[in-house]
Protein backbone atom coordinates (compact mmCIF):
# COMPACT_ATOMS: atom_id res chain seq x y z
CA UNK A 1 0.00 0.00 0.00
CA UNK A 2 1.57 3.25 -0.95
CA UNK A 3 2.14 6.33 1.15
CA UNK A 4 -0.77 8.73 1.00
CA UNK A 5 -0.22 11.20 -1.71
CA UNK A 6 -1.13 14.17 0.90
CA UNK A 7 1.22 12.80 3.62
CA UNK A 8 4.53 12.82 0.86
CA UNK A 9 3.23 16.11 -0.19
CA UNK A 10 3.53 17.51 3.29
CA UNK A 11 6.74 15.92 4.25
CA UNK A 12 7.97 17.45 0.89
CA UNK A 13 7.19 21.19 1.49
CA UNK A 14 7.98 20.87 5.22
CA UNK A 15 12.53 19.37 4.32
CA UNK A 16 14.38 21.99 4.19
CA UNK A 17 16.48 20.49 0.96
CA UNK A 18 19.36 23.06 2.01
CA UNK A 19 20.12 21.49 5.12
CA UNK A 20 19.35 17.83 3.83
CA UNK A 21 22.03 18.59 1.17
CA UNK A 22 24.59 20.73 3.09
CA UNK A 23 25.45 17.42 5.22
CA UNK A 24 26.88 16.08 1.79
CA UNK A 25 28.41 19.11 0.06
CA UNK A 26 29.40 22.72 1.32
CA UNK A 27 26.81 24.48 -0.18
CA UNK A 28 26.92 28.74 -0.76
CA UNK A 29 24.38 31.68 -0.86
CA UNK A 30 24.62 32.86 -4.58
CA UNK A 31 20.95 35.26 -4.93
CA UNK A 32 17.97 33.10 -4.64
CA UNK A 33 19.45 29.90 -4.55
CA UNK A 34 22.54 27.65 -3.05
CA UNK A 35 25.47 26.63 -4.90
CA UNK A 36 28.61 23.94 -4.44
CA UNK A 37 30.23 20.85 -6.23
CA UNK A 38 27.93 18.23 -7.11
CA UNK A 39 27.80 15.19 -4.50
CA UNK A 40 26.06 12.72 -7.13
CA UNK A 41 28.80 12.93 -9.55
CA UNK A 42 31.83 14.07 -7.26
CA UNK A 43 32.50 17.54 -8.64
CA UNK A 44 34.73 19.92 -7.58
CA UNK A 45 33.33 23.24 -8.85
CA UNK A 46 30.09 25.30 -7.86
CA UNK A 47 27.91 23.65 -10.51
CA UNK A 48 25.09 22.07 -8.38
CA UNK A 49 22.34 24.72 -7.46
CA UNK A 50 20.04 24.14 -4.84
CA UNK A 51 16.37 26.28 -4.87
CA UNK A 52 15.00 26.09 -1.47
CA UNK A 53 12.04 27.88 -2.41
CA UNK A 54 10.90 25.34 -5.19
CA UNK A 55 12.56 22.81 -3.14
CA UNK A 56 14.33 21.48 -6.19
CA UNK A 57 18.12 21.16 -7.05
CA UNK A 58 19.75 20.63 -9.98
CA UNK A 59 23.35 19.65 -11.30
CA UNK A 60 24.25 21.33 -14.46
CA UNK A 61 27.76 18.94 -15.21
CA UNK A 62 25.86 15.65 -14.96
CA UNK A 63 22.67 17.05 -15.42
CA UNK A 64 20.96 15.11 -12.41
CA UNK A 65 18.22 16.91 -10.72
CA UNK A 66 14.81 16.70 -8.54
CA UNK A 67 13.87 16.69 -5.14
CA UNK A 68 14.45 15.72 -1.76
CA UNK A 69 13.49 12.45 -2.31
CA UNK A 70 14.91 12.08 -5.60
CA UNK A 71 18.57 13.53 -3.74
CA UNK A 72 18.52 10.65 -1.50
CA UNK A 73 17.20 8.00 -3.59
CA UNK A 74 20.19 9.09 -6.11
CA UNK A 75 22.90 9.63 -3.62
CA UNK A 76 22.25 7.52 -0.67
CA UNK A 77 20.77 4.59 -2.62
CA UNK A 78 17.33 4.79 -1.06
CA UNK A 79 14.06 3.70 -2.30
CA UNK A 80 11.04 5.86 -2.66
CA UNK A 81 9.63 5.08 0.39
CA UNK A 82 12.60 4.93 2.43
CA UNK A 83 13.38 8.18 1.13
CA UNK A 84 9.81 9.84 2.61
CA UNK A 85 9.72 8.10 5.38
CA UNK A 86 13.61 9.55 6.46
CA UNK A 87 12.51 13.28 5.40
CA UNK A 88 9.72 12.41 7.44
CA UNK A 89 11.46 11.51 10.63
CA UNK A 90 13.63 14.74 10.17
CA UNK A 91 10.63 17.05 9.69
CA UNK A 92 8.71 15.13 12.60
CA UNK A 93 5.41 13.74 10.55
CA UNK A 94 4.32 10.52 11.84
CA UNK A 95 4.21 7.82 8.35
CA UNK A 96 1.99 4.54 9.25
CA UNK A 97 4.00 1.47 10.02
CA UNK A 98 4.11 -0.21 6.10
CA UNK A 99 5.12 -3.53 7.85
CA UNK A 100 1.44 -3.53 9.31
CA UNK A 101 0.00 -2.73 5.66
CA UNK A 102 2.01 -5.58 4.21
CA UNK A 103 0.82 -8.28 7.15
CA UNK A 104 -2.98 -6.96 6.25
CA UNK A 105 -3.03 -7.07 2.39
CA UNK A 106 -0.40 -9.37 1.26
CA UNK A 107 -0.92 -12.95 1.04
CA UNK A 108 2.70 -13.66 0.54
CA UNK A 109 3.44 -12.70 4.07
CA UNK A 110 3.72 -15.99 5.83
CA UNK A 111 6.42 -17.24 2.78
CA UNK A 112 8.41 -14.02 3.78
CA UNK A 113 8.57 -15.03 7.56
CA UNK A 114 9.30 -18.60 6.52
CA UNK A 115 12.56 -17.24 5.03
CA UNK A 116 12.93 -14.74 7.45
CA UNK A 117 13.02 -18.08 9.54
CA UNK A 118 15.22 -19.80 7.32
CA UNK A 119 17.48 -17.27 6.83
CA UNK A 120 18.64 -16.68 10.82
CA UNK A 121 18.53 -20.49 11.37
CA UNK A 122 21.18 -21.08 8.61
CA UNK A 123 23.11 -17.93 9.91
CA UNK A 124 22.92 -19.51 13.92
CA UNK A 125 24.09 -22.55 12.48
CA UNK A 126 27.15 -21.49 11.42
CA UNK A 127 28.19 -19.36 14.35
CA UNK A 128 26.67 -21.22 17.15
CA UNK A 129 26.70 -24.92 15.77
CA UNK A 130 29.80 -26.98 16.32
CA UNK A 131 28.87 -28.79 12.69
CA UNK A 132 29.56 -24.96 11.08
CA UNK A 133 33.27 -25.33 11.70
CA UNK A 134 34.27 -26.16 9.01
CA UNK A 135 32.57 -23.57 7.06
CA UNK A 136 33.72 -20.83 9.04
CA UNK A 137 37.47 -22.19 8.08
CA UNK A 138 36.74 -21.76 4.49
CA UNK A 139 35.06 -18.14 4.82
CA UNK A 140 37.98 -17.08 6.91
CA UNK A 141 40.79 -18.79 3.82
CA UNK A 142 38.20 -16.83 1.57
CA UNK A 143 39.60 -13.38 3.43
CA UNK A 144 35.58 -13.30 4.78
CA UNK A 145 35.93 -12.22 8.14
CA UNK A 146 32.90 -12.29 10.57
CA UNK A 147 31.44 -8.96 10.19
CA UNK A 148 31.53 -8.95 6.63
CA UNK A 149 29.57 -12.54 6.57
CA UNK A 150 27.12 -11.32 9.42
CA UNK A 151 26.55 -8.18 6.81
CA UNK A 152 25.13 -10.03 4.47
CA UNK A 153 23.68 -12.66 6.35
CA UNK A 154 25.51 -15.48 5.65
CA UNK A 155 24.85 -19.20 7.07
CA UNK A 156 25.88 -22.95 6.63
CA UNK A 157 23.10 -25.43 6.31
CA UNK A 158 24.47 -29.34 7.93
CA UNK A 159 25.01 -32.34 6.17
CA UNK A 160 21.78 -33.79 7.97
CA UNK A 161 18.84 -34.59 5.78
CA UNK A 162 15.87 -32.94 7.60
CA UNK A 163 17.66 -30.52 9.95
CA UNK A 164 15.68 -27.25 8.65
CA UNK A 165 12.77 -28.95 8.56
CA UNK A 166 12.26 -30.52 11.79
CA UNK A 167 13.00 -26.88 13.10
CA UNK A 168 10.87 -25.57 11.16
CA UNK A 169 7.66 -27.72 12.11
CA UNK A 170 8.45 -27.36 15.89
CA UNK A 171 8.51 -23.35 14.87
CA UNK A 172 4.83 -24.18 13.52
CA UNK A 173 6.09 -23.99 9.82
CA UNK A 174 4.67 -26.48 7.99
CA UNK A 175 5.98 -28.56 5.02
CA UNK A 176 3.81 -27.00 2.22
CA UNK A 177 5.42 -23.40 2.56
CA UNK A 178 8.92 -25.44 3.13
CA UNK A 179 7.82 -26.87 -0.33
CA UNK A 180 6.69 -23.67 -2.00
CA UNK A 181 10.26 -21.96 -1.27
CA UNK A 182 12.37 -24.69 -2.72
CA UNK A 183 13.58 -25.30 1.27
CA UNK A 184 12.04 -28.53 1.19
CA UNK A 185 11.73 -31.25 -1.59
CA UNK A 186 9.10 -34.16 -1.55
CA UNK A 187 10.67 -37.34 -1.07
CA UNK A 188 10.35 -40.40 -3.39
CA UNK A 189 9.86 -43.13 -0.62
CA UNK A 190 6.33 -41.48 1.11
CA UNK A 191 8.39 -39.90 4.02
CA UNK A 192 8.66 -36.36 5.03
CA UNK A 193 10.00 -33.73 2.79
CA UNK A 194 13.91 -33.41 3.15
CA UNK A 195 15.58 -30.35 3.35
CA UNK A 196 17.09 -28.53 -0.67
CA UNK A 197 19.88 -27.46 0.86
CA UNK A 198 22.75 -29.49 2.86
CA UNK A 199 26.65 -29.19 3.31
CA UNK A 200 26.77 -25.63 1.84
CA UNK A 201 27.64 -22.45 2.58
CA UNK A 202 24.01 -20.16 2.48
CA UNK A 203 23.89 -16.58 0.77
CA UNK A 204 20.45 -14.85 1.53
CA UNK A 205 18.72 -13.61 -1.65
CA UNK A 206 16.62 -10.11 -0.25
CA UNK A 207 14.85 -7.94 -2.71
CA UNK A 208 15.04 -4.14 -2.42
CA UNK A 209 13.11 -3.78 0.49
CA UNK A 210 15.48 -5.60 2.62
CA UNK A 211 13.10 -9.25 2.52
CA UNK A 212 14.79 -12.54 2.18
CA UNK A 213 13.11 -13.99 -1.04
CA UNK A 214 15.70 -16.70 -1.94
CA UNK A 215 18.85 -18.18 -1.21
CA UNK A 216 21.82 -19.62 -2.68
CA UNK A 217 24.26 -22.31 -1.55
CA UNK A 218 28.09 -22.87 -2.30
CA UNK A 219 29.29 -26.51 -1.21
CA UNK A 220 33.07 -26.19 0.25
CA UNK A 221 35.97 -26.76 -2.05
CA UNK A 222 35.43 -27.61 -5.51
CA UNK A 223 32.56 -29.53 -6.82
CA UNK A 224 32.50 -32.58 -8.71
CA UNK A 225 30.79 -33.68 -12.22
CA UNK A 226 27.83 -35.04 -10.08
CA UNK A 227 27.58 -32.14 -7.73
CA UNK A 228 26.41 -28.37 -8.65
CA UNK A 229 29.06 -25.35 -7.14
CA UNK A 230 26.15 -23.42 -6.21
CA UNK A 231 22.41 -24.37 -6.10
CA UNK A 232 19.57 -21.68 -5.73
CA UNK A 233 16.22 -21.61 -4.94
CA UNK A 234 13.61 -22.12 -7.62
CA UNK A 235 10.97 -19.67 -8.66
CA UNK A 236 8.39 -19.46 -6.01
CA UNK A 237 5.12 -16.36 -5.55
CA UNK A 238 7.74 -14.48 -3.92
CA UNK A 239 10.85 -14.99 -5.80
CA UNK A 240 11.31 -14.45 -9.73
CA UNK A 241 14.97 -14.64 -10.25
CA UNK A 242 14.54 -12.46 -13.41
CA UNK A 243 13.72 -9.75 -11.39
CA UNK A 244 16.63 -9.77 -8.71
CA UNK A 245 19.90 -8.61 -8.71
CA UNK A 246 22.34 -10.04 -5.58
CA UNK A 247 23.96 -7.42 -3.48
CA UNK A 248 21.65 -4.72 -5.55
CA UNK A 249 19.64 -3.66 -2.01
CA UNK A 250 23.41 -3.44 -0.01
CA UNK A 251 25.38 -1.70 -3.53
CA UNK A 252 22.48 0.61 -4.72
CA UNK A 253 24.47 3.98 -2.62
CA UNK A 254 28.10 2.53 -3.59
CA UNK A 255 27.03 2.22 -7.36
CA UNK A 256 24.90 5.94 -7.50
CA UNK A 257 28.22 7.10 -6.32
CA UNK A 258 30.52 5.78 -8.50
CA UNK A 259 28.78 6.13 -11.43
CA UNK A 260 29.25 2.63 -12.80
CA UNK A 261 28.44 -0.83 -11.43
CA UNK A 262 30.41 -4.08 -11.66
CA UNK A 263 29.05 -7.17 -12.57
CA UNK A 264 30.52 -10.80 -11.30
CA UNK A 265 29.42 -14.13 -11.86
CA UNK A 266 28.92 -15.47 -8.22
CA UNK A 267 28.13 -15.36 -4.98
CA UNK A 268 31.35 -15.33 -3.28
CA UNK A 269 32.76 -12.72 -5.89
CA UNK A 270 30.05 -10.31 -4.77
CA UNK A 271 31.04 -11.05 -0.72
CA UNK A 272 34.80 -11.02 -1.72
CA UNK A 273 34.50 -7.82 -3.55
CA UNK A 274 33.03 -6.05 -0.81
CA UNK A 275 34.92 -7.23 1.87
CA UNK A 276 37.68 -6.32 0.33
CA UNK A 277 35.87 -2.32 -0.21
CA UNK A 278 34.57 -2.84 -2.99
CA UNK A 279 30.91 -1.70 -2.72
CA UNK A 280 29.66 -0.95 -5.80
CA UNK A 281 29.07 -4.64 -7.73
CA UNK A 282 25.90 -6.72 -8.38
CA UNK A 283 25.31 -10.79 -9.58
CA UNK A 284 22.64 -11.97 -11.61
CA UNK A 285 21.56 -15.43 -10.15
CA UNK A 286 22.80 -18.25 -11.60
CA UNK A 287 21.12 -17.30 -15.00
CA UNK A 288 21.72 -15.37 -18.06
CA UNK A 289 20.93 -11.29 -17.59
CA UNK A 290 17.58 -10.09 -18.16
CA UNK A 291 15.83 -7.53 -19.58
CA UNK A 292 14.30 -6.63 -16.53
CA UNK A 293 17.26 -7.17 -14.29
CA UNK A 294 19.28 -4.47 -16.99
CA UNK A 295 16.67 -1.93 -16.61
CA UNK A 296 17.11 -2.91 -12.82
CA UNK A 297 20.84 -1.91 -12.98
CA UNK A 298 20.04 1.32 -15.34
CA UNK A 299 18.28 2.86 -12.82
CA UNK A 300 21.20 3.50 -10.27
CA UNK A 301 23.82 3.52 -13.04
CA UNK A 302 24.80 4.50 -16.70
CA UNK A 303 28.45 2.07 -17.13
CA UNK A 304 28.47 -1.31 -16.54
CA UNK A 305 31.73 -3.20 -16.12
CA UNK A 306 31.76 -7.03 -16.90
CA UNK A 307 34.04 -8.69 -14.32
CA UNK A 308 32.95 -12.77 -16.00
CA UNK A 309 35.79 -15.41 -16.38
CA UNK A 310 38.08 -15.01 -19.44
CA UNK A 311 37.44 -19.12 -20.22
CA UNK A 312 35.07 -20.03 -22.84
CA UNK A 313 31.49 -20.18 -21.01
CA UNK A 314 32.17 -16.55 -19.00
CA UNK A 315 33.16 -15.26 -22.18
CA UNK A 316 29.77 -16.32 -23.72
CA UNK A 317 28.19 -14.86 -20.95
CA UNK A 318 29.86 -11.86 -20.84
CA UNK A 319 28.80 -10.87 -24.25
CA UNK A 320 25.27 -12.01 -24.14
CA UNK A 321 25.03 -9.93 -20.82
CA UNK A 322 26.77 -6.57 -22.70
CA UNK A 323 23.92 -7.17 -25.90
CA UNK A 324 21.36 -6.64 -22.48
CA UNK A 325 22.29 -3.95 -21.01
CA UNK A 326 22.98 -2.37 -24.19
CA UNK A 327 19.33 -2.53 -24.56
CA UNK A 328 18.83 -0.94 -21.44
CA UNK A 329 21.09 2.40 -22.60
CA UNK A 330 24.05 1.01 -20.47
CA UNK A 331 27.84 1.81 -21.62
CA UNK A 332 28.88 -1.39 -21.31
CA UNK A 333 32.91 -2.51 -20.08
CA UNK A 334 34.23 -5.39 -20.09
CA UNK A 335 37.81 -5.93 -17.80
CA UNK A 336 40.07 -8.98 -18.87
CA UNK A 337 41.34 -10.38 -15.71
CA UNK A 338 44.62 -12.55 -15.83
CA UNK A 339 43.99 -16.47 -16.78
CA UNK A 340 42.66 -18.69 -14.18
CA UNK A 341 41.86 -15.45 -12.19
CA UNK A 342 38.69 -14.21 -11.22
CA UNK A 343 37.34 -11.01 -8.89
CA UNK A 344 37.33 -13.19 -5.54
CA UNK A 345 41.08 -14.72 -6.08
CA UNK A 346 42.13 -11.27 -7.42
CA UNK A 347 41.53 -9.43 -4.71
CA UNK A 348 42.82 -11.87 -2.13
CA UNK A 349 46.00 -12.44 -3.34
CA UNK A 350 46.91 -8.85 -4.71
CA UNK A 351 44.35 -6.43 -3.10
CA UNK A 352 41.83 -4.13 -4.64
CA UNK A 353 44.76 -1.75 -6.08
CA UNK A 354 45.21 -4.20 -8.34
CA UNK A 355 41.62 -5.00 -9.24
CA UNK A 356 41.55 -1.29 -9.98
CA UNK A 357 44.23 -1.21 -12.34
CA UNK A 358 42.50 -4.11 -14.39
CA UNK A 359 39.12 -1.93 -14.47
CA UNK A 360 41.07 1.36 -15.38
CA UNK A 361 41.75 -1.17 -18.27
CA UNK A 362 38.73 -2.18 -19.31
CA UNK A 363 37.27 -1.87 -23.01
CA UNK A 364 34.09 -1.25 -24.59
CA UNK A 365 32.37 -4.54 -25.34
CA UNK A 366 32.61 -3.94 -29.07
CA UNK A 367 35.77 -3.62 -28.86
CA UNK A 368 36.48 -6.70 -26.80
CA UNK A 369 34.66 -8.77 -29.03
CA UNK A 370 36.84 -7.74 -32.04
CA UNK A 371 40.06 -8.25 -29.82
CA UNK A 372 39.35 -11.79 -29.30
CA UNK A 373 37.99 -12.13 -33.26
CA UNK A 374 41.29 -10.95 -34.36
CA UNK A 375 43.35 -12.85 -31.32
CA UNK A 376 41.64 -15.88 -33.40
CA UNK A 377 42.98 -14.41 -36.95
CA UNK A 378 38.92 -14.34 -38.14
CA UNK A 379 40.13 -11.17 -39.84
CA UNK A 380 42.66 -13.11 -42.10
CA UNK A 381 39.73 -14.44 -45.09
CA UNK A 382 36.55 -13.98 -46.25
CA UNK A 383 35.06 -16.39 -44.49
CA UNK A 384 36.38 -15.69 -41.51
CA UNK A 385 35.74 -11.81 -41.53
CA UNK A 386 32.11 -12.72 -42.77
CA UNK A 387 31.64 -14.98 -39.40
CA UNK A 388 33.16 -11.87 -37.64
CA UNK A 389 30.52 -9.40 -38.94
CA UNK A 390 27.68 -12.28 -37.90
CA UNK A 391 29.19 -12.07 -34.61
CA UNK A 392 29.79 -8.12 -34.27
CA UNK A 393 26.59 -7.22 -35.64
CA UNK A 394 23.83 -8.32 -32.78
CA UNK A 395 25.60 -5.85 -30.45
CA UNK A 396 24.97 -3.37 -32.79
CA UNK A 397 21.86 -4.01 -32.97
CA UNK A 398 21.04 -4.38 -29.15
CA UNK A 399 22.92 -0.47 -28.41
CA UNK A 400 19.83 1.35 -27.99
CA UNK A 401 22.00 4.63 -27.93
CA UNK A 402 22.04 5.69 -31.78
CA UNK A 403 25.04 7.60 -31.56
CA UNK A 404 27.14 4.43 -29.87
CA UNK A 405 25.18 2.24 -32.74
CA UNK A 406 26.76 4.43 -35.24
CA UNK A 407 30.30 4.25 -33.50
CA UNK A 408 30.18 0.58 -33.67
CA UNK A 409 29.17 0.54 -37.32
CA UNK A 410 32.27 2.76 -38.24
CA UNK A 411 34.72 0.60 -36.18
CA UNK A 412 33.28 -2.42 -38.02
CA UNK A 413 33.88 -0.90 -41.13
CA UNK A 414 37.41 0.46 -40.05
CA UNK A 415 38.29 -3.12 -39.36
CA UNK A 416 36.67 -4.94 -41.91
CA UNK A 417 36.99 -2.75 -44.90
CA UNK A 418 33.34 -3.07 -45.62
CA UNK A 419 31.26 0.35 -46.13
CA UNK A 420 29.62 2.04 -43.57
CA UNK A 421 26.04 1.74 -45.76
CA UNK A 422 26.17 -2.02 -46.34
CA UNK A 423 26.89 -2.64 -42.64
CA UNK A 424 23.60 0.02 -42.01
CA UNK A 425 21.76 -2.11 -44.57
CA UNK A 426 22.34 -5.44 -42.82
CA UNK A 427 21.51 -3.77 -39.67
CA UNK A 428 18.23 -2.23 -40.62
CA UNK A 429 17.33 -5.46 -42.72
CA UNK A 430 17.72 -7.39 -39.48
CA UNK A 431 15.69 -4.88 -37.45
CA UNK A 432 12.71 -5.03 -39.84
CA UNK A 433 12.74 -9.23 -39.33
CA UNK A 434 12.66 -8.56 -35.64
CA UNK A 435 9.89 -11.38 -34.46
CA UNK A 436 8.89 -8.88 -31.81
CA UNK A 437 5.87 -6.75 -32.33
CA UNK A 438 6.27 -3.45 -32.29
CA UNK A 439 3.53 -2.92 -29.46
CA UNK A 440 6.03 -5.49 -27.25
CA UNK A 441 7.08 -4.00 -23.70
CA UNK A 442 10.77 -4.26 -25.28
CA UNK A 443 10.44 -2.76 -28.89
CA UNK A 444 7.94 -0.11 -26.94
CA UNK A 445 9.87 1.07 -24.33
CA UNK A 446 13.08 2.06 -26.59
CA UNK A 447 10.83 3.25 -29.35
CA UNK A 448 9.55 5.62 -27.23
CA UNK A 449 13.15 6.75 -25.83
CA UNK A 450 13.97 7.17 -29.24
CA UNK A 451 11.07 8.91 -30.30
CA UNK A 452 11.23 11.58 -27.63
CA UNK A 453 14.85 12.09 -28.07
CA UNK A 454 13.71 13.36 -31.32
CA UNK A 455 11.05 15.38 -30.00
CA UNK A 456 13.49 17.13 -28.06
CA UNK A 457 15.88 17.68 -30.56
CA UNK A 458 13.40 19.69 -32.63
CA UNK A 459 11.71 22.51 -30.93
CA UNK A 460 14.67 24.66 -30.61
CA UNK A 461 18.13 23.74 -32.89
CA UNK A 462 21.44 24.49 -31.02
CA UNK A 463 22.48 27.72 -33.65
CA UNK A 464 18.85 29.19 -32.16
CA UNK A 465 20.09 28.69 -28.90
CA UNK A 466 23.00 29.98 -29.14
CA UNK A 467 21.43 32.71 -30.92
CA UNK A 468 19.21 33.62 -27.87
CA UNK A 469 22.08 33.17 -25.33
CA UNK A 470 23.99 35.14 -27.85
CA UNK A 471 21.24 38.24 -27.39
CA UNK A 472 21.12 38.50 -23.92
CA UNK A 473 24.53 38.31 -23.74
CA UNK A 474 24.48 41.62 -26.25
CA UNK A 475 21.80 43.34 -24.05
CA UNK A 476 23.73 42.47 -20.79
CA UNK A 477 27.17 43.63 -22.27
CA UNK A 478 25.10 47.20 -23.61
CA UNK A 479 22.97 48.24 -20.46
CA UNK A 480 23.63 47.32 -16.95
CA UNK A 481 19.60 46.91 -16.09
CA UNK A 482 19.36 43.43 -17.49
CA UNK A 483 22.07 42.13 -15.29
CA UNK A 484 19.41 42.22 -12.20
CA UNK A 485 16.77 40.65 -14.66
CA UNK A 486 19.01 38.36 -15.75
CA UNK A 487 20.01 36.70 -12.53
CA UNK A 488 16.26 36.44 -11.59
CA UNK A 489 15.38 33.88 -14.44
CA UNK A 490 18.61 32.68 -16.09
CA UNK A 491 21.57 30.95 -14.35
CA UNK A 492 25.34 30.39 -15.93
CA UNK A 493 24.65 26.78 -16.22
CA UNK A 494 21.89 27.10 -18.46
CA UNK A 495 23.71 28.65 -21.47
CA UNK A 496 25.71 26.12 -23.88
CA UNK A 497 29.02 27.11 -24.65
CA UNK A 498 31.28 27.33 -22.14
CA UNK A 499 32.53 30.85 -23.08
CA UNK A 500 29.09 32.36 -22.70
CA UNK A 501 28.72 30.67 -19.67
CA UNK A 502 32.00 32.85 -18.21
CA UNK A 503 30.78 35.47 -19.73
CA UNK A 504 27.46 35.59 -18.26
CA UNK A 505 28.69 34.96 -14.57
CA UNK A 506 31.16 37.65 -15.21
CA UNK A 507 28.68 40.55 -16.86
CA UNK A 508 26.90 39.74 -13.24
CA UNK A 509 29.10 40.37 -11.05
CA UNK A 510 30.22 43.91 -12.43
CA UNK A 511 26.23 44.70 -11.10
CA UNK A 512 27.61 48.45 -9.46
CA UNK A 513 31.12 48.35 -10.51
CA UNK A 514 30.64 49.82 -14.56
CA UNK A 515 32.98 52.67 -14.63
CA UNK A 516 32.84 55.47 -17.09
CA UNK A 517 36.27 54.58 -17.91
CA UNK A 518 36.01 51.50 -18.79
CA UNK A 519 38.27 49.46 -16.15
CA UNK A 520 35.57 47.31 -15.29
CA UNK A 521 36.12 45.75 -18.83
CA UNK A 522 39.47 44.87 -17.37
CA UNK A 523 38.09 42.11 -14.93
CA UNK A 524 36.91 39.91 -17.47
CA UNK A 525 39.74 36.66 -17.65
CA UNK A 526 41.65 36.66 -21.21
CA UNK A 527 39.97 33.90 -23.37
CA UNK A 528 36.96 36.18 -22.67
CA UNK A 529 37.92 39.47 -23.57
CA UNK A 530 37.43 38.69 -27.95
CA UNK A 531 34.21 38.00 -27.34
CA UNK A 532 33.08 40.54 -24.99
CA UNK A 533 34.76 43.27 -27.75
CA UNK A 534 32.90 41.45 -30.32
CA UNK A 535 29.64 42.27 -28.53
CA UNK A 536 30.57 45.44 -27.56
CA UNK A 537 30.76 46.50 -31.36
CA UNK A 538 28.19 44.82 -32.61
CA UNK A 539 25.60 46.94 -34.20
CA UNK A 540 22.64 44.76 -33.84
CA UNK A 541 22.23 46.22 -30.68
CA UNK A 542 20.66 49.15 -32.31
CA UNK A 543 18.19 47.14 -33.93
CA UNK A 544 16.96 45.60 -30.94
CA UNK A 545 13.76 47.46 -30.55
CA UNK A 546 12.01 47.20 -28.04
CA UNK A 547 14.96 45.68 -25.89
CA UNK A 548 12.56 43.96 -23.35
CA UNK A 549 10.81 42.42 -26.05
CA UNK A 550 14.20 40.82 -27.05
CA UNK A 551 14.69 40.03 -23.28
CA UNK A 552 11.98 38.37 -22.71
CA UNK A 553 12.17 35.83 -25.97
CA UNK A 554 15.93 35.20 -25.42
CA UNK A 555 15.31 33.97 -21.91
CA UNK A 556 12.17 32.20 -22.87
CA UNK A 557 13.94 30.16 -25.83
CA UNK A 558 16.80 29.40 -23.35
CA UNK A 559 14.35 27.97 -20.37
CA UNK A 560 12.62 26.20 -23.41
CA UNK A 561 15.02 24.33 -24.05
CA UNK A 562 15.96 23.72 -20.35
CA UNK A 563 12.89 22.53 -19.56
CA UNK A 564 12.75 20.47 -22.97
CA UNK A 565 15.77 18.41 -22.14
CA UNK A 566 14.23 17.79 -18.62
CA UNK A 567 10.86 16.40 -20.23
CA UNK A 568 12.87 14.31 -22.87
CA UNK A 569 15.23 13.01 -19.39
CA UNK A 570 11.72 12.15 -17.67
CA UNK A 571 10.80 10.53 -20.31
CA UNK A 572 13.99 7.82 -20.37
CA UNK A 573 13.67 7.49 -16.94
CA UNK A 574 10.12 6.44 -17.03
CA UNK A 575 11.06 3.94 -19.34
CA UNK A 576 13.55 2.28 -16.76
CA UNK A 577 11.70 3.37 -13.38
CA UNK A 578 10.55 0.83 -11.06
CA UNK A 579 6.94 1.49 -9.44
CA UNK A 580 8.30 3.05 -6.31
CA UNK A 581 10.24 6.05 -8.87
CA UNK A 582 6.98 6.44 -11.55
CA UNK A 583 4.95 8.22 -8.89
CA UNK A 584 7.53 10.50 -8.34
CA UNK A 585 8.61 10.86 -11.59
CA UNK A 586 5.33 11.56 -13.23
CA UNK A 587 4.19 13.87 -10.83
CA UNK A 588 7.08 16.31 -11.96
CA UNK A 589 6.79 15.93 -15.44
CA UNK A 590 2.91 16.98 -14.88
CA UNK A 591 4.45 20.28 -12.55
CA UNK A 592 6.65 20.71 -15.45
CA UNK A 593 4.38 20.59 -18.60
CA UNK A 594 1.89 22.87 -16.14
CA UNK A 595 5.13 25.21 -15.73
CA UNK A 596 5.73 25.49 -19.55
CA UNK A 597 1.74 25.55 -20.41
CA UNK A 598 1.51 29.09 -18.25
CA UNK A 599 4.81 30.24 -19.22
CA UNK A 600 3.69 29.87 -23.33
CA UNK A 601 6.82 27.49 -23.98
CA UNK A 602 4.43 24.80 -25.87
CA UNK A 603 3.92 25.84 -28.86
CA UNK A 604 3.72 22.79 -30.76
CA UNK A 605 0.45 20.59 -29.49
CA UNK A 606 1.84 17.01 -30.93
CA UNK A 607 5.34 17.54 -29.20
CA UNK A 608 3.11 18.30 -25.87
CA UNK A 609 1.61 15.24 -26.62
CA UNK A 610 3.79 13.04 -27.65
CA UNK A 611 5.99 13.81 -24.51
CA UNK A 612 3.03 13.82 -21.77
CA UNK A 613 1.23 10.95 -22.96
CA UNK A 614 1.23 8.41 -20.44
CA UNK A 615 2.88 4.59 -22.21
CA UNK A 616 0.75 1.48 -22.13
CA UNK A 617 3.28 0.47 -19.23
CA UNK A 618 2.08 3.09 -16.96
CA UNK A 619 -1.68 3.51 -17.31
CA UNK A 620 -2.01 1.35 -14.10
CA UNK A 621 0.26 2.41 -12.70
CA UNK A 622 0.61 4.05 -9.05
CA UNK A 623 -0.98 7.04 -9.77
CA UNK A 624 -4.42 5.25 -10.74
Not at 373 to 387: A, C, H, N, P
Request: with cysteine; aromatic share 8%; hydrophobic share 35%.
Amino acid sequence: MPIPDHLVEQVRQQADLVEIVSEHTRLKRSGRTFRGPCPLHGGDGPNFSVDPAKGYYKCFVCGEGGTVYTFLMKHLGMSYPEAIRSVAERVGIEIPDERAWHQEVDPNQPLYEVNAFAADWFRKRLWDDERGKAAREYLERRGITRETAERFGLGWAPEEWTALGEAARKHGIDNGRLLALGLAKESKNGRDPYDAFRARIIFPIEDLSGRVVAFGGRILGEADERTPKYLNSPESPVYHKGNVLYGLGWSRGAIRKEEAVLVVEGYMDYVSLAAHGVGNAVAPLGTAMTQEQAELIARYARRAILLYDSDKAGLKATFRTGDELLRAGLEVLVATLPEGEDPDSLVRNEGPAALRRYLDDAVDVMERKIQILERKDFFSSIKGTRQAIDSLLPTVRAAADELVRGVYIQRISEKTGVPRETLEREVAEAASRDPRPPGTPERRRRDESRRAEEFAQQPARKDMRTNAERSLLLLMVHDERWLEEAAKHVEAEALSLPLYRTLFQGLLDTEGHRDAAGEWLTRFPPEVQPLLEELRGDPEIASMVPAEAFFRGSVSQILERAHLERLAELTRELNIAGPEQQMLLLREKAQLVKVMRENGYLRRPGFVQALTQNSPRYRAGPLE
